[in-house]
């Protein structure tokens, strides 16, 4: 019913930038927010940054003032500015979205396929 598409990954040397985007799209009434995760080999999920459709942003403390969380709500799309990359962020990024599908709906937690963002020393 509702899918996200993620771009943007790929491979920069240590201190370079890149640029997330994930675009959702199908059945979607409303979203509440829309953020990205990172899963780093053999560690688990973690949060990177939510935007809670422009009302605030939240981010973890190993990415703040380095990583930007913007989301534009009539493409329904959010996108991660990352800066100043450092080898510990190699990880896969996940797209999420808690989105309701029709009014009165419950949210509903979507995801996205991954893009692995590996950063070089």
């Known amino acids: 019913q509702v899918q996200l598409v993620e771009s943007g990954g790929g491979l920069v040397q240590a201190g370079g930038s890149l640029r997330l985007s994930c675009a959702a799209s199908?059945?979607?009434?409303?979203?509440?927010?829309m953020g990205w995760y990172r899963q780093a080999p053999g560690e688990q999920r973690e949060l990177v940054a939510v935007d809670n459709s422009g009302r605030s942003a939240n981010y973890a403390d190993s990415v703040k003032g380095r990583f930007t969380i913007s989301m534009d709500n009539v493409k329904k799309t959010v996108y991660l500015q990352m800066s100043s990359l450092k080898p510990e962020d190699t990880a896969v990024y996940y797209c999420?979205?808690?989105?309701?599908?029709?009014?009165?709906?419950?949210?509903?937690?979507?995801w996205g396929q991954g893009t692995q963002v590996t950063v070089s020393s």
């Open positions: 199908g059945r979607i009434f409303g979203i509440n927010a």
């Open positions: 999420n979205a808690g989105v309701t599908t029709e009014r009165g709906s419950r949210l509903s937690d979507y």
